[in-house]
């Protein structure tokens, strides 16, 4: 029994999604911090080629179809063909391979919010001040992913990861991205004391995005899972770049590399979130602008 392959991406998508992590699935995270308590957070995730392999998977024949019967559903009828949305248009555009020019495009998240989502919101207040910005080099499938959030203080770029949260939770815009993208544990969250001089990143919690894998985190988990997501995660990683507004004076991370232009860069494999089921936080300490 053959049927159209329009939705493949659709049935495949958050496998494909997954098995791409094992190569380009790196997560970074740039949290710009100014004396007055001001800044920018950005998460970026490197999508590598997977937008590239959707694309390719839409636009496959019904004779290619390989679905087997007992995923087929019980008809013969074809399924027609929707219109392509001007976002999915743009996202096959950067991620084609020879696409000739650099990308590095700023959309509002208001922008690309679909409508049925939009019209639901009740604090476009915030949605406003979220920025999406999506990266391409020429001639390459690669596409990366970031979200900036531009804050006056740390109270406001809370609200912000808040609403990111309920969205994920809620809407399902959110809810069948990758967990190392838009889900709200992905974004850094800190105390800090700038007159003082220090920032405190607080330890990340990965239990709950590890269980969607349906893995424990307990000693139940087997050799099989384990290695299955060895397989995924093996070659991602998540780093984490803190801009601070003085020179760095130090940090409690032993593998933290300061540089000479007040930055802080620490970096973990994946794995160690899916095994801990956590990503420790660290202190930096730096000496406050006069």
């Given amino acids: 029994m053959k049927i159209y392959t329009l939705r493949i991406s659709q049935f495949f998508g ?3 999604f997954i098995m791409m992590l094992s190569s380009c699935g790196d997560l970074q995270q740039d949290l710009y911090l100014k004396a007055d308590g001001s800044g920018t957070l950005e998460t970026t995730f490197d999508m590598g080629e997977f937008m590239s392999m959707v694309g390719e998977l839409d636009g496959m024949s019904p004779d290619q179809d390989t679905l087997t019967d007992d995923l087929a559903p019980d008809t013969t009828s074809s399924i027609v063909p929707c219109q392509k949305d001007a976002m999915t248009l743009f996202m096959e555009m950067i991620s084609n391979p020879e696409h000739p020019v650099d990308v590095d495009t700023i959309m509002s998240l208001i922008s690309i919010m679909p409508d049925s989502v939009r019209q639901k ?46 969205m994920d939770q809620g809407n399902g815009m959110l809810s069948n991205s990758s967990p190392m993208s838009m889900q709200s544990e992905s974004f850094l969250s800190f105390d800090m004391n700038l007159k003082e001089g220090w920032i405190k990143i607080d330890t990340l919690i990965y239990g709950d995005v590890v269980s969607e894998f349906g893995i424990s985190q307990d000693s139940s988990a087997t050799s099989e899972e384990l290695g299955m997501m ?61």
């Fill in 121 to 166: 919101e009740t604090r476009l207040d915030i949605a406003e001040k979220i920025d999406v910005r999506f990266r391409s080099p020429a001639n390459s499938a690669n596409v990366s992913v970031g979200v900036l959030m531009d804050f006056e203080n740390k109270i406001q770029l809370e609200e912000m990861i808040e609403y990111f949260r309920t």
């Fill in 230 to 290: 060895e397989m995924m995660f093996g070659n991602s990683k998540i780093r984490s770049v803190i801009h601070v507004p003085g020179e760095v004076l130090s940090c409690t991370n032993k593998n933290a590399i300061l540089t000479k232009d007040n930055r802080v860069i620490v970096e973990f494999p994946f794995m160690d979130a899916i095994n801990k089921g956590r990503l420790d936080g660290f202190t930096i300490a730096f000496a406050p602008q006069k």
């Fill in 14 to 16: 958050f496998t494909l």
